[in-house]
């Protein structure tokens, strides 16, 4: 494999570089990152909900579809830039939103962002992230933020004033969690929210000496106990906290009035995140949103529900081409991104991979992921024989397997 060229402050330990070489494809990250990260650190990333039926059905869709090239076509002077929101960015992927992200990789948000910087891509940085906005926005304009709200007015309204006075141009809401899901495999793995120091995560730690060294001890001694930073106006309590879950009440009441009072008093672009039904992206877009994300919050939600790429055609024509149609959960290589491309998204955004990158290599490692999958999305756009993604449809698609389901 062709060696990763990384800016001088972005290049990785010798260490990183030996585990960086074993990553062929976005799926290898996640097997380096099992042997790196403590058990419970990486069980928390890798899980879902429940019987995991989500997650799996994530991948299981983007299978379903085959891809039908047009051969002998020039494609040399092709192209994978795209333009969401006016901006330009160098692929049509971008880092999705990661909570406890500084858990797995050492300033975790931080290396996200400045990572997605040099790569050219937008990252969207998560409400449930241990170090704080102003600081991620100040290192890296342009940076977007998810926010989870309650369903309280004057919450809201103070949260919004904190994000807009961080600079922060991109509000992302994720409406899919209005209260936290059955994550048994969580406990069957030792996490735990607030996180519990047991004798077992003690020992995952020992047996992982990289991670208990060069993340967590390094995060202690500089940083202090890591705290919830984000989620409200006031800097939350600390990771091994008891009061943990008081900290976040009333999502479960938040309500479509509390849509319309973010877009009265919000002047950035405003995306909303977790959109699976035609209904609830028409309600969307009557509210005025600037965009919404199809997601099953990457299968760590509710149990059973479609993969995002199953509703998205019906979505994309409920919207109508008035507002960009994201997508996110269980992209992984270039095909699956011209797949969801072809069947209407604007843009697609992947967190686990990047997670795990960040994990094993820093911002080398982010550069290395981001680099693996545009030069998929590259070789694979001269294969199928064009030279833009404005030429995708679904012409270049032929379903193998399964029904194409109607939500």
Aim: hydrophobic share 45%; net charge positive.
């Amino acid at each position: 494999m062709t060696s990763v060229a990384f800016p001088p402050d972005a290049r990785p330990g010798r260490g990183a570089t030996r585990r960086l070489r074993r990553v062929l494809s976005l799926d290898d990250f996640e097997a380096v990152a099992r042997s790196f990260l403590p058990r419970p650190i990486f069980g928390y990333v890798a899980g879902g909900s429940e019987t995991c039926a989500t997650l799996r059905d994530n991948r299981t869709a983007f299978a379903e579809w085959a891809m039908l090239p047009t051969t002998l076509v020039d494609t040399s002077t092709r192209s994978q830039k795209r333009t969401l929101f006016g901006i330009d960015y160098s692929s049509p992927f971008g880092i999705s939103p990661v909570g406890f992200s500084a858990l797995s990789a050492y300033r975790g948000d931080l290396v996200l962002a400045q990572g997605a910087r040099r790569a050219g891509i937008p990252m969207i940085m998560s409400g449930a992230s241990l170090i704080r906005l102003e600081d991620v926005a100040s290192a890296v304009p342009g940076v977007w933020f998810q926010a989870y709200l309650p369903g309280d007015e004057r919450t809201i309204l103070a949260m919004l004033d904190r994000i807009e006075r961080a600079g922060i141009g991109t509000l992302v809401l994720t409406v899919d969690m209005p209260v936290i899901s059955n994550r048994e495999n969580n406990h069957r793995t030792g996490f735990s929210a607030p996180l519990n120091p047991t004798p077992r995560l003690a020992w995952d730690g020992l047996v992982r000496p990289r991670w208990t060294v060069g993340t967590f001890l390094h995060t202690i001694v500089r940083h202090g106990m890591p705290h919830f930073e984000n989620s409200t106006v006031e800097r939350g309590p600390a990771i091994v906290a008891r009061n943990l879950a008081r900290h976040m009440p009333n999502r479960d009441r938040l309500d479509w009035s509390h849509v319309d009072l973010i877009r009265k008093h919000w002047s950035g672009r405003f995306v909303i995140k977790g959109i699976l039904t035609p209904g609830d992206a028409t309600k969307a877009r009557e509210s005025g949103v600037d965009g919404v994300i199809v997601s099953n919050h990457g299968g760590r939600q509710m149990d059973c529900l479609p993969s995002p790429l199953r509703v998205l055609p019906d979505i994309v024509n409920a919207i109508g081409g008035a507002i960009p149609v994201m997508l996110d959960s269980g992209v992984r290589r270039g095909t699956d991104v011209l797949k969801a491309l072809a069947l209407g998204a604007d843009f697609v955004f992947l967190g686990r991979p990047f997670i795990y990158a960040a994990a094993i290599g820093g911002e080398a490692g982010v550069a290395h992921a981001h680099r693996l999958l545009a030069e998929e999305v590259d070789r694979d756009m001269s294969l199928l024989g064009i030279i833009s993604l404005s030429q995708l449809s679904r012409r270049h698609l032929m379903r193998i397997a399964g029904e194409a389901g109607t939500v």
